[in-house]
């Protein structure tokens, strides 16, 4: 079947632009998560989806940052007014529920670069 | 807090050599421990767990990792070594007390590199 995909693929933009980053997950998954991994970096996570319940947003890094996820499936994550330092690759993964023993599916990624 | 550590920034073996890539954690409970593979510019790819039982986790492509409670260890380890199997290596580890999805800490990564 389909895996968790993701859009566009590569990104490059001018500082003080806004970029919106579309992740499509596994049909059926309930939970969504976003994460940046900078280069030779591990993985910062971002923000967390379940269901139908408020997103858990403690990982983003400041209000630039913002996402929605609309009917339970698709997500778009949004940065404002970019900085260089946002320049990294956009992971999202989601897996079938919140069961803490779940296995987390990721997408390529979207690979951003900030002029 | 919960935390896990990658010890080693690059891991250099031969082909058909055993390999190991170590990983150590912290949490305040029994951990939920995983192994992710990525490969270049791919997303991360799951290899394996350990959830409770049997300490020897088996996992694709020919890994397995010993859980080791007295150790706080997470090792993932192969018998012989494929040039293929070069990649970033992720540990990660879930403290199961914690019901919030942030609470799944990933280790900085290891780089696999297998000579031929």
């Known amino acids: 079947g389909a895996g968790v995909s993701q859009s566009p693929s590569n990104k490059v933009t001018e500082k003080g632009k806004d970029v919106e980053l579309r992740c499509d997950p596994i049909s059926g998954h309930t939970a969504l998560y976003w994460y940046r991994q900078s280069l030779g970096q591990g993985l910062e996570f971002l923000i967390y989806?379940?269901?139908?319940?408020?997103?858990?947003k403690s990982g983003l890094p400041s209000d630039r940052f913002s996402a929605e996820r609309t009917g339970g499936s698709v997500s778009t994550l949004t940065i404002q007014r970019t900085q260089q330092e946002d320049s990294a690759v956009y992971l999202c993964?989601?897996?079938?529920?919140?069961?803490?023993?779940?296995?987390?599916?990721f997408g390529p990624g979207t690979r951003l670069t900030v002029l | 807090a919960q935390s896990v550590a990658q010890p080693e920034d690059q891991v250099n073996v031969a082909e058909g050599n055993p390999l190991t890539v170590k990983c150590t954690y912290s949490?305040?409970?029994?951990?939920?421990l995983f192994w992710y593979v990525q490969y270049p510019n791919r997303g991360l790819q799951f290899l394996l767990k350990y959830i409770t039982g049997d300490n020897l986790v088996k996992g694709s492509y020919g890994f397995e990792a010993e859980f080791n409670k007295s150790q706080t260890s997470f090792h993932l380890k192969k018998p012989s070594a494929l040039v293929s199997d070069s990649a970033l290596y992720f540990c990660a580890v879930r403290d199961p007390f914690y019901s919030s999805a942030s609470k799944i800490i990933f280790g900085s990564g290891t780089r696999l590199s297998i000579r031929p």
């Open positions: 993964a989601s897996s079938p529920g919140e069961v803490a023993r779940n296995e987390q599916f």
């Open positions: 989806f379940q269901g139908n319940s408020a997103p858990d």
């Open positions: 949490v305040s409970g029994n951990p939920y």
